[in-house]
């Protein structure tokens, strides 16, 4: 890669490093970088921060973008209505099927171990809020922006230009929900951080252990979902 080049991949944003090919975050998620809620940082100042080495993450990016593309991976070149339902199918179900319990294990770890773990009684409570705030995000999503945004763009397809309605709540709902998706993010780095990257004490039961395997994977699938909202599917909907 030339110099040129280097200097062009550097000022772009995490987030569109990932949106145009999701073999990067694989390299992000190794360096602790955050491509969702945090995906707007460039890639140079992100290195900076981090004190990595441009080049050697511009290496590591070049060989991931190197290795096959599995078809169903291709986010970027989903039509809308495709990605949004695989959006509500694969993580709007998943949440839905995981809070309450990830919550109530959360409570549990609190009593039995808060004595001598303090740190679990406050990831109850921010996990507590991240749960009925995801779900008011859930069904705001689902009831309101998406049918909106599945109306536009089939008025685009069809030639026609979307209802003036349904640009002005698009318009909207991007500003809102992106806001919520900063909120979320910012709870879940909390949770990490008081758990010290979700390390297992000596001293604890198999429940303390589920438990932070749970929020382990509770924060990977938000990674990807944040990712596919907020860098792909919200970039396309404020082009309708």
Excluded at 64 to 71: I, T, W
Excluded at 141 to 148: K, M, N, Q, S, Y
Aim: proline share 3%.
């Amino acid at each position: 890669m030339t110099e040129a080049n280097k200097t062009i991949e550097a000022s772009k944003t995490i987030g569109a490093f990932v949106a145009e090919d999701y073999r990067t975050a694989e390299i992000f998620e190794k360096y602790g970088i955050d491509f969702c809620c945090g995906g707007q940082a460039t890639l140079a100042s992100t290195c900076q921060e981090k004190a990595l080495d441009p080049d050697k993450v511009l290496q590591e990016i070049e060989a991931a973008r190197k290795e096959p593309l599995q078809r169903n991976e291709n986010y970027t070149a989903w039509p809308l209505p495709f990605l949004i339902d695989y959006i509500v199918n694969t993580h709007h179900v998943y949440l839905k099927e995981n809070d309450e319990q990830i919550a109530a294990y959360a409570h549990k770890i609190a009593e039995v171990h808060g004595a001598h773990h303090p740190e679990v009684i406050k990831i109850a409570e921010i996990f507590e809020k991240i749960a009925a705030d995801m779900a008011a995000h859930l069904v705001e999503e689902e009831e309101v922006f998406f049918p909106a945004i599945k109306r536009a763009e089939a008025a685009v397809r069809s030639g026609s230009n979307p209802d003036t309605k349904d640009s002005i709540l698009i318009k909207s709902e991007l500003a809102k929900l992106h806001r919520e998706h900063e909120q979320i993010g910012d709870a879940i780095h909390r949770i990490r951080h008081l758990a010290r990257d979700y390390a297992i004490p000596a001293d604890v039961c198999n429940t303390f252990v589920v438990t932070y395997r749970k929020l382990k994977e509770f924060e990977d699938d938000l990674h990807k979902h944040v990712h596919l909202e907020n860098n792909i599917l919200f970039s396309k909907a404020e082009q309708l």
